[in-house]
């Protein structure tokens, strides 16, 4: 009966509304005494942290965005690998089957590395020679002209436009390699089916490069009328576009894959973002009267500091709001590195970039560069001039993509190996 007696006191609705009652009339000045009392004016907002909770906020702040950033910029490299690899090793080797074609007079069925060079040149050709006949003047006016769409909004809308065009481009050039493979190995009866089967994705693939080249185009050109234009255009630019991108970001639920590719289809827009401050340097040394220089640089930092803060801060909130640890992003650097020395066996997610759209661009930029440096001379002597131009050219980048391989397959193994060792020693612990 004391038990119960006991309790009932307990859930005795009197006793809960006398002090309910008590802490209501307090006095002002009693009050304020008794908070200070007690110590923590914020108890009832915030809650006692614990080590797991420090651990998360030095990971945000610390641990976190320099991972993050290393792992972008590796990514930059394997992109700016296989673009070089567009441009030096894919031309040399249809050259070398073009060149063993004449010599030996014979039609020979060609492997699939054969075809697939052959079909990576054939629409890196077309692509050139259509962004050729563009005129970027007219582009420029159009864009700078908008008096209802804003040159952000125009940015915003071609780069999500981007993203879908990479996405289905890689699609469309599997599906290519694909048919290659198939060709290469089809039996003499089917060979007019599997011919025509890769003349329709050669096609296919043709069209979406095409596509993908004039929306990158459109992008360079947008971003270069920001940083002309001289009412703060870029600045709203940056803003909108950068923090469109943490909004549409951060406050949604990611998987470990989804952060994965995320971090991926960073890399690849930071390497589109290179080609476009190319193609704003390459309309300066056309088209810009007085020093232009120094403002270009200071436009082109502004542009690169935003992008990494705003990739930086980004994913340091994915990884908090997910609890997902910063050893996670070493692990993806891990499988890049594993990729980069052809060891990765997850093709789920792996880097997966096509350079034939940005190289369409570039080149299409360049040409007028070099056609400036040509000297006005009779015509054998500008051929001549035009070929000691594109072997000076060729051997450069030949040197440049040695060196990047190089130094790519070096970090790769040597953090490989620096992982195995850190994963053995946890073992033995």
Request: proline share 3%; net charge positive.
């Amino acid at each position: 009966m004391g038990v119960c007696r006991g309790s009932w006191r307990l859930r005795s609705p009197w006793i809960g509304r006398r002090s309910w009652r008590r802490i209501r009339l307090k006095s002002p000045l009693r009050y304020f005494l008794d908070e200070m009392s007690i110590g923590n004016s914020l108890r009832n907002t915030t809650t006692l942290g614990n080590d797991k909770e420090r651990e998360r906020v030095y990971d945000t702040i610390f641990r976190l965005p320099w991972r993050c950033e290393l792992l972008i910029d590796v990514g930059v490299l394997v992109c700016f690998d296989s673009f070089l690899s567009l441009l030096t090793i894919m031309p040399t080797r249809v050259a070398i089957v073009l060149w063993r074609l004449l010599s030996t007079r014979q039609l020979k069925r060609s492997s699939a590395e054969e075809l697939s060079d052959l079909g990576c040149f054939i629409v890196l050709a077309i692509g050139v020679i259509l962004l050729e006949r563009t005129d970027i003047s007219l582009i420029y006016h159009m864009i700078r002209g908008q008096g209802t769409i804003k040159l952000y909004v125009v940015y915003n809308v071609l780069e999500i436009f981007d993203k879908l065009c990479q996405s289905f481009g890689g699609d469309v050039l599997k599906t290519l390699f694909n048919s290659a493979e198939e060709l290469a190995g089809c039996s003499q009866e089917n060979m007019i089916v599997y011919r025509t089967r890769f003349l329709s994705d050669l096609v296919l693939a043709v069209a979406a490069s095409i596509v993908h080249s004039f929306i990158l185009l459109a992008q360079a050109i947008t971003l270069s009328t920001c940083i002309v234009a001289h009412n703060n255009a870029l600045l709203a630019l940056l803003v909108s576009n950068n923090f469109a991108e943490i909004k549409s970001n951060v406050f949604k639920r990611f998987s470990r894959d989804n952060i994965h590719s995320l971090v991926y289809y960073d890399s690849v827009e930071r390497f589109h973002i290179t080609a476009f401050v190319l193609f704003v340097l390459a309309q300066n040394i056309l088209e810009a009267e007085g020093p232009w220089f120094e403002s270009f640089f200071i436009n082109a930092l502004m542009v690169y500091f935003c992008e990494i803060s705003i990739d930086i801060i980004k994913h340091s909130f994915i990884a908090k709001f997910n609890d997902i640890k910063p050893i996670a992003y070493s692990e993806f650097l891990e499988d890049l590195c594993k990729q980069t020395l052809n060891m990765q066996t997850d093709l789920k997610n792996s880097l997966t970039f096509v350079p034939l759209a940005p190289a369409c661009v570039v080149i299409r930029v360049l040409t007028p560069v070099y056609a400036a440096l040509i000297p006005c001379h009779p015509l054998p002597w500008r051929v001549l001039w035009i070929l000691l131009l594109l072997a000076v050219t060729y051997i450069m980048l030949v040197s440049l993509k040695v060196m990047v391989r190089l130094g790519l397959q070096k970090h790769a193994v040597w953090y490989v190996n620096r992982c195995q060792k850190r994963r053995h020693h946890l073992h033995l612990d």
